[in-house]
Protein backbone atom coordinates (compact mmCIF):
# COMPACT_ATOMS: atom_id res chain seq x y z
CA UNK A 1 0.00 0.00 0.00
CA UNK A 2 1.27 3.43 -0.84
CA UNK A 3 -0.63 6.47 1.08
CA UNK A 4 -0.20 9.77 -0.73
CA UNK A 5 -1.04 13.32 0.69
CA UNK A 6 -0.96 16.69 -1.28
CA UNK A 7 -0.48 20.34 0.22
CA UNK A 8 0.34 23.60 -1.56
CA UNK A 9 -2.71 24.16 -3.41
CA UNK A 10 -4.99 27.88 -3.16
CA UNK A 11 -5.92 30.87 -4.96
CA UNK A 12 -3.76 32.83 -6.85
CA UNK A 13 -3.99 35.81 -9.57
CA UNK A 14 -3.19 34.94 -13.32
CA UNK A 15 0.31 35.26 -13.85
CA UNK A 16 1.63 33.99 -10.50
CA UNK A 17 3.30 31.03 -9.10
CA UNK A 18 2.34 27.86 -6.95
CA UNK A 19 4.35 24.88 -5.61
CA UNK A 20 2.05 21.69 -4.71
CA UNK A 21 3.43 19.05 -3.10
CA UNK A 22 3.20 15.45 -2.39
CA UNK A 23 4.27 13.00 0.45
CA UNK A 24 4.25 9.34 -0.17
CA UNK A 25 4.27 7.08 2.39
CA UNK A 26 4.14 2.71 3.27
CA UNK A 27 5.84 1.16 0.24
CA UNK A 28 7.19 3.39 -0.84
CA UNK A 29 10.60 1.58 -2.94
CA UNK A 30 7.60 -0.14 -5.28
CA UNK A 31 6.76 3.46 -7.31
CA UNK A 32 8.19 3.38 -10.29
CA UNK A 33 6.28 6.70 -11.45
CA UNK A 34 4.77 9.53 -9.70
CA UNK A 35 2.51 12.36 -11.45
CA UNK A 36 -0.31 15.09 -10.94
CA UNK A 37 -3.55 15.30 -12.64
CA UNK A 38 -6.16 17.97 -12.56
CA UNK A 39 -9.96 17.98 -13.33
CA UNK A 40 -11.76 20.49 -13.91
CA UNK A 41 -15.33 21.04 -13.51
CA UNK A 42 -17.77 19.80 -16.57
CA UNK A 43 -14.35 18.50 -18.39
CA UNK A 44 -12.36 14.97 -17.69
CA UNK A 45 -9.59 14.41 -15.76
CA UNK A 46 -6.38 15.03 -17.50
CA UNK A 47 -2.57 14.25 -16.85
CA UNK A 48 -0.18 17.12 -16.11
CA UNK A 49 3.34 15.97 -15.45
CA UNK A 50 4.88 13.11 -14.65
CA UNK A 51 8.11 11.56 -13.52
CA UNK A 52 9.52 8.25 -13.59
CA UNK A 53 12.30 6.96 -10.40
CA UNK A 54 14.90 7.02 -13.15
CA UNK A 55 14.00 10.98 -13.24
CA UNK A 56 12.48 10.76 -17.00
CA UNK A 57 9.25 13.63 -17.21
CA UNK A 58 6.49 14.18 -19.92
CA UNK A 59 4.32 17.33 -19.33
CA UNK A 60 0.61 17.88 -21.07
CA UNK A 61 1.29 20.50 -23.92
CA UNK A 62 -0.83 22.94 -22.10
CA UNK A 63 1.95 23.29 -19.48
CA UNK A 64 4.71 22.65 -21.13
CA UNK A 65 7.73 25.49 -20.01
CA UNK A 66 5.03 26.83 -17.54
CA UNK A 67 5.28 23.99 -14.98
CA UNK A 68 8.13 21.51 -13.92
CA UNK A 69 7.97 18.20 -12.14
CA UNK A 70 10.23 17.26 -9.61
CA UNK A 71 11.02 14.26 -7.45
CA UNK A 72 12.85 14.03 -3.58
CA UNK A 73 12.69 10.74 -2.41
CA UNK A 74 9.48 9.88 -1.34
CA UNK A 75 8.10 13.47 -2.16
CA UNK A 76 7.28 14.86 -5.79
CA UNK A 77 6.70 18.22 -6.50
CA UNK A 78 4.87 20.19 -8.77
CA UNK A 79 6.52 24.11 -9.22
CA UNK A 80 3.41 25.97 -11.46
CA UNK A 81 4.83 29.39 -13.04
CA UNK A 82 2.62 31.70 -15.35
CA UNK A 83 -0.74 30.32 -13.67
CA UNK A 84 -3.64 31.12 -16.52
CA UNK A 85 -7.15 30.55 -15.19
CA UNK A 86 -7.60 27.52 -17.59
CA UNK A 87 -5.30 25.88 -15.07
CA UNK A 88 -8.13 25.94 -12.57
CA UNK A 89 -8.67 22.57 -11.15
CA UNK A 90 -8.59 19.77 -8.63
CA UNK A 91 -5.16 18.53 -9.02
CA UNK A 92 -4.30 15.03 -7.61
CA UNK A 93 -0.93 13.22 -7.21
CA UNK A 94 -0.97 9.89 -8.51
CA UNK A 95 1.60 6.84 -8.37
CA UNK A 96 2.25 3.45 -9.89
CA UNK A 97 3.80 0.70 -7.69
CA UNK A 98 4.72 -2.91 -8.44
CA UNK A 99 3.90 -4.88 -5.95
CA UNK A 100 4.74 -9.06 -6.13
CA UNK A 101 4.64 -8.21 -9.76
CA UNK A 102 1.09 -6.49 -10.02
CA UNK A 103 1.24 -2.82 -10.79
CA UNK A 104 -1.48 -0.59 -8.35
CA UNK A 105 -2.13 3.01 -8.86
CA UNK A 106 -2.75 5.19 -5.92
CA UNK A 107 -4.12 8.75 -5.36
CA UNK A 108 -4.13 11.43 -3.11
CA UNK A 109 -7.21 13.35 -2.48
CA UNK A 110 -6.92 16.12 -4.15
CA UNK A 111 -5.67 20.07 -3.52
CA UNK A 112 -7.98 22.85 -5.02
CA UNK A 113 -6.29 25.04 -7.34
CA UNK A 114 -7.82 28.11 -8.64
CA UNK A 115 -6.23 30.86 -10.99
CA UNK A 116 -8.53 34.45 -10.76
CA UNK A 117 -7.83 36.70 -14.28
Known amino acids: QVQLVESGGGLVQAGGSLRLSCAAS????????MGWYRQAPGKQRELVAA?????STNYADSVKGRFTISRDNAKVYLQMNSLKPEDTAVYSC?????????????WGQGTQVTVSS
Open 51 to 55: ITVGG
Open 26 to 33: GNIFSINA
Open 94 to 106: SAKAVIRAVQYGY
